[in-house]
């Protein structure tokens, strides 16, 4: 095992191979011999810091950089309304065949006997007789009721503004070195 680490290192730099073989075995000794029987492979991580790079800054003379100001067009805004609307009720006007009954009437009417005498009698008369005639009548084809209605209302109208936009800033921020060493036992 130790002669695997020692091979492992042997190509590097003095004090390279000596923190990779001091990472190895600080490594080994918190590692259970149980996983050194499965015969896996042994990783060790080691996170060399880097120097933090600190770049001064003027406060007073930090300005954002802009580009020139261009045209830009904003889209008209619409929202969705609903209205409670009454709907008026919806006619129309057909042509029925209405038949118009027989009307009566009673009259006195003057009789005379065989005897020559007159007498008085009620009698039941037919003063128009039955007809059939053509009406206008108006049908209700639906009736009046409350609908809910829904438009597009203008919030605000569309228009030209002129914007300066910040230039990108890209921060880049150094990323520490890691060193990996893999060795199968």
Known sequence: MFSTMLHAVAGQSKIKGILTAGAMLAGMAGVP????????????????????????????A????????????????????????????VTTTQIQRVEIPAQYGYQDVVRVDYRGRRYVRREQVLISPATIQDRQVTVVVTPGHFEIQTHQQLVSEGHWQTVCQPATVTVVEPVPARLEIRTPF
């Open 62 to 89: 930090v300005t954002p950089l802009t580009v020139a100001p261009t045209q830009v067009w904003i889209a008209p805004v619409y929202q969705t309304v609903e209205e409670k609307v009454w709907v008026p009720e």
């Open 33 to 60: 011999t149980a996983a050194f029987a499965r015969h896996h492979g042994f990783h060790v991580d080691i996170v060399v810091p880097t120097p933090e790079v600190v770049v001064p800054v003027n406060p007073v």
